[in-house]
């Protein structure tokens, strides 16, 4: 059983930045679609950024020009560069690494929690 672990959250300043990691557990086929999720309280599940295989990325318009996604597939990792963080950005972040085409398979992290308060 494949699992990602998440590291790099924490209580941030407003304007301040934080670089999320996600790292599988053991080597994965072929992802295709690797992404970030949040979700803050009482607020629906939304995603963040992805990036696909080719490197095509992909960032949700309240998270354009301050987020970066990237990856890194030989150590079946996916980081999130957190910049001018604003205190809508606080919830538990989730990564998700997925492969729709045979064998599929969607793995998920356990969250990890983003504050940002002054």
């Known amino acids: 059983q494949v699992q990602l672990v998440e590291s790099g959250g924490g209580l941030v300043h407003p304007g301040g930045s934080l670089r999320l990691s996600c790292e599988a557990s053991r080597s994965i086929l072929n992802p295709a679609v690797m992404g970030w999720y949040r979700q803050a309280p009482g607020k629906q599940h939304e995603l963040v950024a992805i990036?696909?295989?080719?490197?095509?990325?992909n960032y949700a318009d309240s998270v354009k020009g301050r987020f970066t996604i990237s990856s890194e597939n030989t150590r079946n990792a996916v980081y999130l560069q957190m910049n001018s963080l604003k205190p809508e950005d606080a919830a538990v972040y989730y990564c998700?690494?997925?492969?729709?085409?045979?064998?599929?398979?969607?793995?998920w992290g356990q969250g990890t929690q983003v504050t940002v308060s002054s």
């Open positions: 998700d690494i997925q492969k729709i085409t045979w064998p599929p398979y969607d793995y």
């Open positions: 990036i696909v295989s080719g490197g095509n990325t």
